[in-house]
């Protein structure tokens, strides 16, 4: 016995049809017209979407950054994630300091225990020592097949340009693809030095710290290295016109150069948001920093036309002020008091968050939540206006996600033989954003107020229903490492 959902659009990213599909264990196993019941369980999905679960490939679960950590980990953040649509995810092991790339990955597999959705893992190369250049292929059969560099970050992350050609140079031999943080960290010491020198501190600064020219001037460096050597480049959180410009340019030339943007830089401005009166604009600190309404423009149109190629979160959030404050009483209001995570093992411990970089924009950790808003501001802001059709949509957050990374088809689609990861979409049903209903460990949400229409309704991963309307039925450890295969295409 299985599961048939009825009567519903299958959203793929290339068709909408009314159809059925039957599941059987983790699979789909057969899509068609008036399907016999048969003794399966029968889902109603009459007036909804069937699409496939999204796939973010870009979050920072418990990430040790800006004097602190994350605060979503692979517990709590999954969960979140599925509330929102998302059943697998891409995070970023981080090579230790003097340590081995496997050592990065003991962590990661660690803190991946409590795992609710599916996750694989990007291996973010910081100290690309001969020993590490040499352990890179043996990635490939753990099912790691991309890594990141970041050309940002001075004196945290920050790589060369040398490392990232011998990087791009070993990825290219042994069928991997290298992702890039693409802004000038030089250039951004020396602009960030000079405006606190000038007791510019407040968080609005951080733009100008890092101006969209640091952003395309990297970009274009990453996507010349990447026509040199061959090496399929994925470019991560593109944010503004230069960079959009050095990638349509690199991909006009034949270079495999692909790019993803981000939803929160198609809503977040620098004006409203990171320019908010007193220290209320830290919310919004992350890098690239987030752009005004013209750049909005120009990322609308690239994902579009196909300069970019998927969207995703870069989640990573920082407590505004949970870090200091009430944090215990928040966890009791949003998870029934039962943290899973760092408080349970020290009650006493407040992890820092945002207020670190208070009278110094520089110390203020980078990054936001998104994971769980994702899909439904992408949709509203995209497919209810008209820019995005539904199966660009899924195209762009499901089956290209898949693609460029190396789980397609057993991600990323509705088809024969696919992990049967679905989410059942009601368009119509309405949902007002905000930080005081959502799953994410965070105190604040970008969207707070947006009122979106079109939400998962009911969310499976491998056949499995997690979620029910407001309900989580997921459990721990029931999320999977996907091992992804190397020489994906370039889209
Ligand atoms: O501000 C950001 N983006 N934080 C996360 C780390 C990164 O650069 O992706
Ligand atoms: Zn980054
Ligand atoms: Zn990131």
Not at 129 to 143: F, K, Q, T, Y
């Amino acid at each position: 016995m299985g599961i048939l959902f009825k009567n519903g659009t299958v959203v793929t990213a290339s068709d909408m049809v009314q159809a059925d599909v039957l599941v059987e264990g983790e699979k789909v196993v057969l899509i068609g017209q008036n399907l016999p019941t048969r003794g399966h369980e029968v889902i109603n999905c009459k007036g909804k979407y069937l699409m496939p679960g999204g796939i973010d490939v870009h979050t920072h679960l418990d990430l040790p950054f800006g004097g602190t950590y994350s605060n979503d980990d692979f517990d709590i953040g999954h969960k979140a994630a599925a509330f929102g649509g998302t059943t697998t995810h891409i995070d970023f092991v981080i090579q230790p300091k003097g340590g081995s790339l496997h050592d990065g990955l003991k962590i990661w597999q660690e803190k991946a225990k409590p795992a609710q959705i599916d996750y694989g893992f990007h291996m973010a190369v910081t100290d690309l020592r001969d020993d590490v250049m040499a352990e890179i292929p043996s990635l490939v059969d753990e099912g790691i097949t991309s890594l990141k560099l970041f050309m940002a970050y001075k004196n945290v992350f920050q790589i060369d340009d040398a490392t990232l050609y011998k990087a791009m140079e070993q990825s290219a031999k042994h069928g991997m693809i290298v992702m890039v943080h693409a802004e000038n960290g030089d250039v951004e010491e020396q602009l960030r030095k000079q405006l606190l020198a000038e007791g510019k501190t407040d968080p609005v600064w951080h733009y100008s710290s890092r101006p969209p020219e640091i952003e395309g001037e990297a970009t274009n460096r990453a996507a010349v290295m990447a026509g040199l050597t061959g090496c399929p480049l994925y470019v991560v959180h593109v944010t503004c016109e230069p960079a959009v410009a050095a990638i349509r340019r690199a991909r006009a030339l034949g270079a495999p150069v692909m790019g993803e943007t981000c939803v929160q830089y198609f809503y977040v401005t620098r004006d409203k948001h990171l320019g908010a009166p007193g220290f209320e604009g830290s919310k919004y600190v992350c890098s690239p920093p987030v752009r005004n309404a013209e750049h909005h423009a120009v990322l609308w149109q690239a994902v579009k036309d196909g300069t970019l190629q998927a969207v995703s979160t870069d989640h990573c959030d920082f407590w505004y002020e949970g870090g200091v404050g009430p944090w215990q009483e928040w966890g009791k209001a949003h998870n029934g008091g039962d943290w899973i995570g760092y408080e349970k093992q020290d009650p006493s411990y407040r992890r820092p968050g945002k207020e670190l970089g208070k009278g110094d924009f520089s110390k203020i950790p980078n990054g936001m939540p998104g994971i769980e808003d994702r899909m439904m501001v992408m949709w509203h802001l995209g497919v209810n206006s008209g820019r995005l059709s539904p199966t660009r949509f899924v195209e762009l957050n499901c089956t290209n996600p898949a693609k460029i990374f190396g789980c397609y088809p057993q991600k990323g689609t509705i088809a024969v033989g696919a992990d049967a990861d679905i989410l059942v979409w009601d368009p119509n049903k309405r949902h007002t954003i905000s930080a005081s209903t959502h799953h994410m460990k965070c105190d604040y949400n970008v969207y707070e107020g947006l009122k979106v229409k079109g939400v998962p309704q009911q969310v499976y991963l491998r056949g499995k229903r997690i979620v029910d309307g407001g309900i989580w039925l997921g459990k721990n450890g029931e999320g999977r490492f996907v091992r992804r295969a190397p020489h994906a295409p370039v889209l």
